[in-house]
């Protein structure tokens, strides 16, 4: 059994059938071999399909794409082809634009429980581990690409990872496979490319067995990162409230041994979907939202994400847009997105807005512009800003609250308070408002660094 058919068919093993494997298809000569190893197995594999990805960066992406489709008719093999916007940002390097943009596309059409496979092979490991080392890593970084991830609901798998860039060509040659070269790999402009073509022959030439060693030492660090993973998970469950997860208590934060209190920072802004922040940030939130004075409200911000501090309290969220300008007609039989989350309705008796008192009026979204005032049941008119501030809202959340108007009356805040006179009572049809801040993104859940 030649070795890119046993190496697919063995990470497959040992695991519950996925519903259906995709190939993450580019026509190169990488990927071209897991396609023909997958389509030459598939009386033994689940449904097979290709996926494509046009980045829309080269002039000859066309061509490539037309290749692909041809390689799959005559794999039999179903064929998508997805086109992304792969600028970069600024600021962004256009490696890291590419594959955001390649990765994010995948996961958007992958079936619930698809794989999605991935042609990464060991000298791909070998240099993945070296860029990590060269940019300062620590041990998530070093542990590279996992043979195994999560991905988009269900995994994403590299097959090839313990076989080397020879092992590839000597299938390809011999099943006499076509490809597609881009010919800026050739160059070594890219960091990556210039690991390939000149440092690691150098490492093989003095230490046949360097890009083994290399993948090896990031198996080594995927192991730590996991048992790290775990200290750090027990951490979080002891400290983390399940209902309010993008919250922390800084006093328990500051218990912690240096070293281990940053280790659960990190993995707190990883559970939350938001960027990891570097060195210089994480040093930051150590030193000015946990360190300053019990008066103070501080502030750390990087792209992507943000931590604030307020009566004990850290928040981690990713930056807030600016709440709607204008009302917005809302029909509590759908959810009604907002800049800052979403606000929804549910049927219930006893509880939220009376039916019975919103009649045909219409309701309305507005956010706060200042001067509001509200009544609770029980009790006097009073400055909404009061309010807030005695139920402890932070400052930052207050301006994206949405308010929910009847005609022109302020009828509730968002699912803090409904207003005296639309409150249902005992076993009185109502509506029960959710607001679900946006606080945090989840990303997709896997290494994607290459």
Known sequence: ??????????????????????????????????????????GR??????????????ADAPRWRAHCAATCSVLGVPFT?????????????????ARAARYAALAGVLAPGEWLLTAHHRDDQAETLLLQLLRGAGVSG????????????????????DLDRAALAAYAAAHDLAWCEDPDNAGQARDRNFLRHEILPRLARRWPAAARCLARSAAHCAEADGLLDALACGDLAHLVEPQRPAELPVAALGRLPPPRRRLLLRHWLDQLGLPRPGQRVLARIEHEALGAARDRNPWVAWP?????????LLHARIPAADPTPSPQAWDPAAELRLPGGRLRAEPALGAGLALARLGDRPLTVRPRVGGERLRLPGRRTRPLKKL????????????????????EALAAVADLWVAEGFQAVAD???????????????AVSANVSD
């Open 142 to 161: 070093l542990a590279a690409m996992p043979a195994r991830a999560r991905f988009a609901g269900g995994w994403l798998v590299r097959p090839l990872l």
């Open 81 to 97: 082809a997805l086109a992304v916007d792969a600028r970069p940002a600024r600021g962004e390097s256009p490696e890291a634009a």
């Open 428 to 442: 009185e049809p109502g509506l029960r408002l959710r607001w679900h801040e946006t606080t945090a993104s989840r």
């Open 1 to 42: 059994m030649d070795a890119p058919v046993r190496a697919l068919l063995e990470s497959l093993a040992g695991h519950a059938a996925p519903a259906g494997l995709a190939v993450a298809f580019s026509g190169g000569r990488d990927s071209t071999v897991l396609l023909h190893a997958a389509a030459r197995t598939a």
């Open 388 to 407: 807030l501030q005695e139920a402890g809202v932070p400052p930052w959340r207050r301006a994206g609250l949405p308010l929910i108007y009847v005609g």
């Open 45 to 58: 594999l689940p449904a097979l399909r290709a996926l494509h990805v046009d980045h829309g960066l080269h």
């Open 304 to 312: 992507g994400g943000e931590v604030r501090r307020y009566r004990g």
